[in-house]
Nanobody
């Protein structure tokens, strides 16, 4: 069982940066692939980024490549999402998730989810 709590969301202007954090509690955090997803109003859940158990592999959704960066600290049971050059289309609720898999990018592969944190980017 893993509990996830996101923080760091807020209202920013286009071009600004935000750093989302996710604190995990429970066992064997370093055995989970960690991911970030987002959901905008009227849209489906969308994959944003994922990082493997030891942080050796990362993947990003095409629209965030070069702007977002995912990282994890297994000693502190945290995963972060650094978001730079934010755009209005990045506005969404962002969710942290954990998958008991070697690597995962599909929401159906994730076992545990946080409650989400709102990110709003104004133009």
């Amino acid at each position: 069982q893993v509990q996830l709590v996101e923080s760091g969301g807020g209202l920013v202007q286009a071009g600004d940066s935000l750093r989302l954090s996710c604190a995990a509690s429970g066992r064997a955090f370093n055995r989970y692939t960690m991911g970030w997803f987002r959901q905008a109003p009227g849209r489906q859940h969308e994959f944003v980024a994922a990082i493997s158990w030891r942080g050796m592999r990362t993947e990003y959704e095409d629209s965030v490549k070069g702007r977002f960066s995912i990282a994890r600290d297994n000693a502190k049971n945290t995963v972060s999402l650094q978001m730079d050059s934010l755009k209005p289309e990045d506005t969404a609720v962002y969710y942290c998730a954990a998958a008991a898999a070697v690597f995962a990018t599909h929401s159906g592969e994730y076992n545990y989810w946080g409650q989400g944190t709102q990110v709003t980017v104004s133009s």
